[in-house]
């Protein structure tokens, strides 16, 4: 074991520590806490009790982890934040452990969490995301993988962010944003395919080209939205991308962004 941890920091003898990693000044990591091997906690760091820290995660100056949930309902049950392997929470970042409702609150692996951005409780972040600095997400809010969050946006709670979706800076998500989709606008509105995110992940071009006539069915205003998931059924039996997008609208329970 080659774990360096300042003589500042205040470690509970009741935490498991990894392999490998480094501990700032003045960090303190409560009870019933565990971190993975080769983690890099910079200074001033708040790791509190529940906090599940996966390998090779980097936390910066001042974050706040798995503290307790900004809910008046919340009576100190036992519950967990799950960080996964990889990721990077950057300067003064707060996330909140879950509620009695789910007893967990996750970020997923490779994840850049940049400065004052704050996950509520009961979130549940997928892999591979970027939430930019200041992004606000509400209690019980569901964030498919490989999402990217623009700089002061903020989500409703209970709202859903679909997989492979981008939100530009600066807005509001009221209510659910579809998978793969591009979106802007007060209020937030469909944009289009995020293009240049799903060709940098590898979707073709025949991938675009039926994402974008999945879409055109969805909102060109000549169908509901029960309608148009049962054309979508039809045009693109079986289909994995026509069915990712069939299961999150049968998920939405906040309604979906408008064109």
């Given at each position: 074991m080659n774990t360096l941890i300042h003589p500042s920091a205040i470690i509970s003898n009741k935490a498991q520590i990894g392999n490998n990693t480094t501990i700032g000044p003045f960090t303190i990591v409560e009870d019933n806490v565990i971190i993975g091997d080769d983690c890099i906690i910079g200074p001033n760091v708040g790791i509190y009790e529940?906090?599940?820290?996966?390998?090779r995660v980097k936390i910066y100056q001042g974050a706040s982890i798995s503290n307790h949930p900004q809910d008046l309902k919340f009576a100190n049950e036992e519950s967990i934040f799950e960080v996964g392997d990889d990721t990077?929470?950057?300067?003064?970042?707060?996330l909140h452990r879950g509620t009695k409702e789910t007893k967990i609150s996750k970020v997923g692996k490779n994840c850049l969490l940049m400065a004052y951005s704050h996950v509520a409780h009961d979130c549940m972040v997928g892999d591979n995301c970027i939430l930019a600095n200041s992004v606000q997400l509400g209690g019980h809010v569901e964030i498919g993988d490989w999402v990217?969050?623009?700089g002061g946006s903020m989500v409703h709670q209970f709202g859903k962010v679909g997989m492979h979706a981008m939100i530009g800076?600066?807005?509001r998500a009221v209510v659910d944003v579809p998978p793969f989709v591009l979106t802007a606008g007060d209020p937030l509105k469909f944009e289009g395919l995020n293009t240049i995110g799903l060709r940098r992940r590898g979707f073709t071009n025949d991938d675009i080209y039926k994402l974008k006539?999945?879409?055109q069915i969805i909102f060109s205003g000549d169908l509901n939205l029960?309608?148009?998931?049962?054309?979508?059924?039809?045009?693109f039996k079986d289909d994995n991308l026509a069915n990712a997008v069939l299961e999150f609208l049968g998920k939405s329970t906040r309604g979906i962004i408008k064109k």
């Open positions: 529940g906090a599940r820290i996966g390998k990077v929470i950057r300067e003064f970042a707060t990217i969050i623009g800076g600066g807005y006539n999945i879409y029960t309608q148009a998931k049962q054309k979508i059924r039809e045009d």
